[in-house]
Structures are given as C-alpha cells and as structure tokens.
Antibody
Framework: QVTLRESGPALVNPIQTLTLSCTFS??????????VSWIRQPPGKALEWLAL???????YYSTSLKARLAISKDASKNQVVLTMTIMEPVDAGTYYC?????????????????WGQGTLVAVSS | DIQMTQSPSSLSASVGDRVTITCRAS??????LNWFQQKPGKAPKVLIY???NLESGVPSRFSGSGSGTHFILTISSLQPEDFAIYYC?????????FGGGTKVEIK
C-alpha cells in the first residue's frame, strides 16, 4: 500500500525559508522509474508543480521558482525534503507531495499516481 | 514552458448528462497528458494517464482522447460523486504544467 505524508510548519514568516518533508511507504526511491514531486495549490486556485526528484537523484524544478527551490532525498529513510527560500504571502497554500512514476520508456511518460493529503502553509508576520 | 488551457472553466450539468472538458497545449505533447479530479479539501486523484489510459479503479464512465495539442475528458453519464474540479497536466517536458481547472457543478 503506497502512502505519502507531508510535514512542516503551518506558519512561516516572510523572507524565511520553508522546509517540508515527505515521508512515504510502499515503494522505494531506489527503484528505477520511481520519483517524487512537490505540487502546491494556493487557496481557491489551480495546481502548480514545483519540483521532482527521481531514483538516480536527478532533480528538476519549476522555471519561475528554480532559484528558490531545492529538493533532496534520503532513500534509506523513505523521505524527500523540499526547501523554498524567501517565502512571501503569495506562497501560502497547500503543499502536496506525490509519487511520480514512469508508465513507459519515454521521458514524458510520467504521472502522479499517489498523493499525500497535503499540508497547509501560511506566510505572515 | 508549455501552457495548458482548459475549457470551459466551469459548467453546470445534471446527473446522467454527458460532459466533455477540453484541454489544449501550447505546443505538441504527443499523448503525454494526464487528467485529475479534485474534490473540496482533498488531494487530486488521477483518472486518466497518457491521454486515454484509465487508471486502475476509476469508473469506466470516464474516458480520455486526443493527441498533439487537443485533448478531451468525457464523463459519459454524470454521477453525484463526479461534481468536482478537473485538471489536465502535461508530462511531455519539464517544467510539468497543469491547466487552470474546470469546475463541474450541479445544475
């Protein structure tokens, strides 16, 4: 059974760094074809992909947020960590981690098949 | 970045109606297109991957079609539990991008 759970602060101050953890079970990030992504959703707005890390530790980022993001993994602990620097009020919302897996051999053949419940982050002083 | 545009942004429909939602990509993405359903306060759930493949456990009233830049999600007979927001997402290239969502409401 695949599960993912996000954890982190519910409130951060502006210009602080946000650190979120995704702890998962039911799969291994050492397995070829397995990845984990972070996706966020401001209140009442659409989903926005942030970052992805795959089984061989390749990392990919949102174009607009690349300078502020860092994703890392500890496969032995079944954990993926996302940091986002210089938090602003517009960064408030629900942050999800999701298993991302390849269904084919092509680079574009991925989808988010399991999601965590999300963690709500507010940005305010 | 590839832009994904969904239409309509919202629709009202009755139980039993056939519903179609369109998603257009700003450049060709082959069949690298996924569809998600999101209910209030819940994480999204995948319905369709690779444009037309039904995810395991998803009812057969959901179907997807299209390739290149034009994609369609069809619900053949809308059920009460289908009232939700639907998102398309391209996996063709990084950065991965989502459409703006289509809210399906009760008429």
């Amino acid at each position: 059974q695949v599960t993912l759970r996000e954890s982190g602060p519910a409130l951060v101050n502006p210009i602080q760094t946000l650190t979120l953890s995704c702890t998962f079970s039911g799969f291994s990030l050492n397995t070829p074809g397995m990845c984990v992504s972070w996706i966020r959703q401001p209140p009442g707005k659409a989903l926005e992909w942030l970052a992805l890390i795959d089984w061989d530790d390749s990392k990919y980022y949102s174009t607009s947020l690349k300078a502020r993001l860092a994703i890392s993994k500890d496969a032995s602990k079944n954990q993926v960590v996302l940091t986002m620097t210089i938090m602003e009020p517009v960064d408030a919302g629900t942050y999800y981690c999701a298993r991302t897996r390849y269904y084919g051999s092509g680079h574009g053949s991925t989808y988010f098949d399991f999601w965590g419940q999300g963690t709500l982050v507010a940005v305010s002083s | 970045d590839i832009q994904m545009t969904q239409s309509p942004s919202s629709l009202s429909a009755s139980v039993g109606d056939r519903v179609t939602i369109t998603c257009r990509a700003s450049q060709r993405i082959s069949v690298n297109l996924n569809w998600f359903q999101q209910k209030p306060g819940k994480a999204p759930k995948v319905l369709i991957y690779a444009a037309s493949n039904l995810e395991s456990g998803v009812p057969s009233r959901f179907s997807g079609s299209g390739s290149g830049t034009h994609f369609i999600l069809t619900i053949s007979s809308l059920q009460p539990e289908d009232f939700a927001i639907y998102y398309c997402q391209q996996s063709h290239s990084i950065p991965l991008t989502f459409g703006g969502g289509t809210k399906v409401e009760i008429k």
